[in-house]
């Protein structure tokens, strides 16, 4: 039983044709959108890739720049394929490939939308890779003199002025690690001498932050020292001085900031995905309308197109019996090569 026939005569097939072309290189542009999309989001995390943990991140635009380029060259293919069949001496070398086309469209189609899913399911990927790597970041931040690590405290602080953000949860991580240099330590200084010896480890902790947390929205000049102790500055409430220092965490700064660029471009690709999935079915339309022409000879004659040429559950029970017989194959394949290995030894 053939599902959801449809009738065609010359003038419809035309329409079809050329507004399946339109539609095929409409594909295309929204290809190369997201070829640049992928490109311009690892870009992204390639410019702070020092704050991430490890590089699994990058899975996803690599994968937005591949799929950006198949979508260009199947949708180019396409378009020609529609363009083609308005003349039937073109189409007619392009009809035996028109099978295997819209079989590797639907697989296409079936890597759009996990594309798309991986999109959003990117931030929980994000969250563990930043909240390590920015933990480590910090810890570098006063390593100005080791190669390696030494643009370590330009590229937190330039990203703590860009996301308006102060550590990794929030300001006070800034408590629990040294992040000034020993060299720039007074260690004369009882002060200093108190600090480091009071700590296990021999670190100068210090309720301080780095100038880059520093809110330029402030009416008072900024306080980056001693931020817990009312006493040490005059009219001061540490609880109540939000604007003085950046509250929000810069892990939750760059979630924020890659989550929304990640939504974006998902929901981009689903958009895109329902496109291509309209141009599939157009062109099986197409393509069954242009083979039952009952009179090639007269091309105004009615044809017959259809998405499925029996019922899904007889399609689908195709489909399994092919994939037994190949299947069947390869194991006899197998199991024949086996026993020439046994016969020869």
């Known amino acids: 039983m053939v599902l959801m026939k449809v009738k065609f005569d010359l003038k ?18 929204a290809g190369v959108l997201i070829f640049s999309m992928g490109l311009f989001f690892k870009i992204e995390l390639r410019k702070r890739s020092e ?12 994968l937005l720049i591949l799929v950006g380029l198949l979508a260009c060259g199947v949708n180019a293919f396409g378009g020609k394929v529609c ?62 003199d080791t190669p390696g690590r030494c643009f370590m405290k330009k590229t937190l602080d330039m990203m703590q002025i860009e996301f308006r953000c102060c550590g990794n949860n929030n300001y006070k991580d800034w408590f629990e690690i040294q992040w000034i ?39 008072r000049p900024c306080i980056q020292f001693q931020l817990t102790n009312n006493s040490a500055h005059y009219d001061y409430d540490h609880h109540t ?39 599939t079915v157009g062109l099986k339309y197409l393509g069954t309308a242009l083979e039952t022409i009952s009179n090639p000879e007269d091309p105004e004659c009615e ?17 399994m019996e092919k994939i037994k017989l190949l299947s069947g194959k390869v194991e006899d394949g197998a199991g024949g090569e086996a026993q020439g290995v046994a016969t020869v030894s």
Not at 51 to 62: R, T, Y
Not at 113 to 139: D, H, P, V, W, Y
């Open 12 to 29: 419809k097939r035309v329409k079809l044709a050329q507004g399946l072309w339109l539609m095929y290189w409409l594909a295309v542009m």
């Open 51 to 62: 704050m991430m943990d490890n590089n699994e991140s990058h899975f996803v635009p690599n």
């Open 83 to 144: 363009h083609d069949s308005l003349d039937a001496t073109k189409f007619g070398k392009w009809k035996p490939m028109i099978k295997h086309f819209l079989c590797g469209c639907i697989l296409f189609n079936v890597l759009l939308f996990i594309t798309a899913l991986l999109c959003f399911c990117l931030r929980l990927s994000l969250q563990s890779t930043l909240a390590e790597g920015l933990k480590n970041g910090m810890k570098y931040y006063k390593d100005t």
């Open 181 to 219: 240099s020993n060299r720039y330590l007074d260690f004369s200084s009882s002060e200093v001498k108190d600090r480091v010896l009071s700590n296990v480890e021999g670190k100068f902790l210090m309720d301080g932050v780095p100038f880059s947390c520093c809110n330029p929205n402030s009416p």
């Open 241 to 279: 001085e939000e604007l003085n220092i950046f509250t929000r965490g810069c892990r939750d700064a760059l979630l924020s900031y890659y989550g929304g660029m990640m939504n974006s471009i998902g929901a981009l690709v689903l958009l895109f995905t329902v496109l291509q999935v309209a141009v």
């Open 303 to 319: 044809s017959e197109g259809w998405l499925l040429e029996k019922s899904v559950k007889e399609t689908l029970k195709g489909y």
